[in-house]
């Protein structure tokens, strides 16, 4: 059929975007489960889905996402509520739409994977609810006050309404006002209490929204995709053109010819600013890489029966492409020796007076030419006593070497090769052969690893990696 | 002859797109939006003669869409083109002021016979 296959490629595209959105969203909506504005984005991302199946034909898909559509609109709608078993098989189902996307982006098929076991179930969570919720039906006005504040998700650069007009004349005093309406409980839209309040038109409010759209749009259409392959040649062929520059550089110096010196500088001056320019083109927020972890920590959670809260900050520093491809790793590795192993039992972490719940840390953020990046944990910490004897039994070291180390150097003892300090062996963290693999990869980069911690407050490992691939040697980009 | 795809969904705008092409209408010059908010943008710069419309999209909805159109005086012709077609929604869409629902999945007779009596 004419541009089908172009449509099936756009729609595996559109569809990985949306389910990455769909993990993060699942998760936090675990922590707000009443949140309409998540619930609505999560519905709507597999109602696109299940609704572009009805044109390529992808049954098995339809069937899932069917099923779980109708689910999320009872939750939308309030007529159900999200527990942690809901959030499980929600969570199973994107996972099994991502199998199937998988196999359709291979094999241009479904494959033969039956997925009717969790269709089942989650029809039977969708019947066991029709039973119960027959009462409260109060279907909440779709997407009520979208109007007058459009609800911009947190952290989402773009101009909110009030300050679109204030930029346009509204008094700061009148706008107050307003936002203070709201806050003691006012329902309608800000908009509209503005033009209830009779400082504005409801003319001006639509242009405001208008304008406001308008810079939303200017940023979406600002971009292109680029294939990171394409990104990769150009980046050889810049290195190419810096080699070529070098070369004609000192020709100019030996010929002592100025015109040729001349428009060899010029070419030494563009050609730079040509390599920053690539170089900024792989930039990627590091988001991309932790937008994964909350549902890995929350699965992890499951599996060992502890609960911990994931916190973010700076996830929007950039970093080159393929460090963060090769830090992705590490950094798992890490979150997953965090939870495992830095984290207490619930009922060890209440009698040690600690809240049930773990916390664990991830900051971001650009330090002198490096991104720095923490991954902290509120947990048991690492006790540099038990490390020493652990180094000395292992004959690693002496124990007068070992009773001569500093605290901090015991603790680098955990990123040595073969060392493993964890008394129970488990199948989420393996036998700790981890730790010096992540210092190895990281080092690989360019980075740099170390760890702090404080027994029974917790531990923090901090990387440092190059912002662009710029400072790295070696052919780390030539394949 | 200009149309207006307004559909959160990249992939359901291209596949709208080609319909109307098997549908006959490889001519028309097609714009598209996002979401309720930049279809107000595209639809007052853009002057289209006929608006597509999903209904469930992101900042402002289809049916909001709509509303806000009427209530501004535009009465460029408008017709959803959604999954939701309960009598409920047919209903709802008819009100507001729109001339046709077309479900999802559709074809290009569907598109055919929705858009001939607007655009001949």
């Known amino acids: ?479 | 002859m200009k149309i207006l795809v307004a559909d959160d969904s990249r992939v359901m705008r291209h596949i709208v797109k080609r319909t109307l092409r098997q549908a006959g209408y490889a001519d028309v010059q097609v714009c598209e939006a996002g979401n309720g908010l930049e279809a107000l943008e595209v639809i007052a710069t853009e002057a289209p003669d006929l608006v597509l419309c999903d209904w469930n999209m992101p900042k402002m909805n289809g049916l909001d869409l709509l509303t806000t159109l009427r209530a501004r005086g535009r009465d460029v012709p408008f017709g959803f083109v959604t999954s939701e077609g309960s009598s409920e929604m047919r209903e709802k869409a008819q009100n507001a002021g729109a001339l046709f629902l077309i479900a999802k999945p559709f074809t290009p007779d569907a598109f055919r016979e929705a858009l001939e009596p607007v655009l001949g």
């Open chain 1, 1 to 479: 059929m004419e541009g089908m296959d172009e449509i099936v490629s756009e729609f595996l595209v559109e569809s990985q975007e949306n389910l990455d959105q769909l993990d993060q969203d699942l998760v936090a909506l675990e922590r707000e489960p009443g949140s309409r504005e998540l619930l609505s984005s999560i519905f709507r991302t597999v109602h696109t889905i299940k609704g572009t199946c009805g044109f390529l034909d992808f049954g098995t898909l339809e069937s899932v996402t069917h099923v779980s559509e109708s689910l999320l609109s009872r939750l939308r709608d309030g007529e159900m509520t999200l527990t942690p078993q809901l959030t499980t098989v929600l969570l199973e189902m994107v996972d099994a739409v991502r199998s199937l996307l998988a196999s359709i982006e291979q094999s241009g098929s479904e494959g033969n994977d039956d997925y009717s076991e969790l269709v089942g179930r989650l029809n039977a969570v969708l019947t066991g609810a029709r039973g119960e919720a027959a009462v409260d039906t109060t279907s909440h006005d779709d997407q009520a006050g979208t109007l007058g504040m459009p609800t911009a998700p947190e952290g989402e650069a773009e101009p909110r309404l009030g300050e679109v007009l204030v930029e346009r004349g509204l008094s700061m005093d009148h706008l107050t006002l307003a936002l203070a309406a709201q806050e003691l409980g006012d329902r309608r839209p800000l908009g509209q209490i503005l033009v209830d309040d009779g400082v504005a038109t409801s003319n001006e409010i639509t242009e405001a929204l208008r304008a406001q759209g308008l810079a939303r749009r200017s940023a979406a259409d600002g971009s292109v995709r680029v294939d990171v392959d394409l990104l990769d040649a150009l980046m050889n062929l810049v290195g190419e053109l810096i080699l070529t520059r070098i070369e004609l550089l000192e020709l100019a110096m030996t010929r002592q010819d100025s015109e040729l010196q001349r428009t060899a500088d010029r070419l030494n001056m563009i050609s730079g600013e040509l390599e920053e320019g690539v170089m900024r083109t792989r930039m990627q927020p590091i988001d991309s890489v932790w937008g994964k972890l909350p549902r890995l920590v929350r699965d992890l959670c499951v599996t060992l029966g502890k609960s911990v809260r994931v916190e973010t900050a700076g996830s929007h520093t950039e970093v080159d492409k393929t460090i963060l491809e090769a830090v992705k790793d590490p950094l798992t590795h890490l979150v997953r020796n965090c939870v495992d192993h830095g984290v207490e039992q619930p009922a060890i972490r209440v009698a040690a007076g600690k809240p049930a719940q773990g916390r664990l840390m991830l900051r971001a953020f650009h330090a002198g030419g490096q991104v720095n990046i923490e991954i902290s944990d509120d947990g048991a910490g690492i006790d540099p006593v038990g490390l020493r004897t652990k180094a000395v039994s292992l004959g690693m070291l002496t124990r007068e070497a070992a009773d001569q180390l500093g605290d901090r150097e015991a603790l680098r003892l955990i990123f040595h090769p073969g060392f493993t300090t964890a008394t129970a062996v488990t199948n989420v963290s393996g036998r700790g052969v981890g730790m010096d693999v992540v210092r190895t990869n990281i080092e690989k980069i360019g980075g740099a690893v170390d760890v702090a911690s404080v027994v029974g407050q917790g531990t923090t490992v901090r990387i440092k990696i190059p912002v662009t691939l710029a400072n790295i040697p070696g052919p780390l980009v030539v394949r």
